[in-house]
């Protein structure tokens, strides 16, 4: 084999190699997930939050609060704060969600009240099937 032979060949391997590289990462990017479980259901008990408390579960891999306020029902809402990504709590006395990062409050339909938060908090699809919660 010559040695330009040798070279050229040794050449078209490395861009070959370099060239999926980037393509692999790029096409990983561009493609979405083939994920059978995103969009799975989180379903509760309504017993397990009395009025006026909230419980904070996982739908999707995110966190969601659940809150059963008198008057209202139940509600469900990302406790994700959109000012730096803190979770929020649920204060029942004030009938407000408050992050404990940098103080931003949110009312229950997840509008901002007051704080830093640049937007309101996003609503997450519930419905009461008998005795259930369905979340998501």
Do not use: W
């Not at 009240?113 to 369905?134: A, D």
Request: charged share 20%; net charge positive; hydrophobic share 40%.
């Amino acid at each position: 084999m010559r040695r330009r032979t040798f070279l050229q060949s040794l050449l078209a391997v490395f861009g070959t190699v370099s060239a999926a590289s980037f393509a692999y990462p790029l096409l990983r990017f561009l493609a979405p997930p083939a994920d059978a479980d995103r969009d799975k259901k989180f379903t509760l008990a309504k017993k397990d939050i009395p009025i006026g408390t909230s419980r904070v579960v996982l739908v999707n891999d995110k966190p969601v609060i659940v809150i059963y306020e008198k008057g209202k029902g139940y509600i469900a809402l990302s406790s994700v704060c959109t000012h730096l990504g803190c979770l929020v709590g649920y204060e029942a006395a004030k009938n407000i969600l408050v992050c404990p990062c940098h103080g931003g409050t949110y009312d229950l339909e997840g509008n901002v009240l007051s704080g830093p938060p640049p937007r309101p908090l996003s609503k997450v699809p519930l419905k009461v099937e008998n005795e259930q919660l369905v979340i998501g």
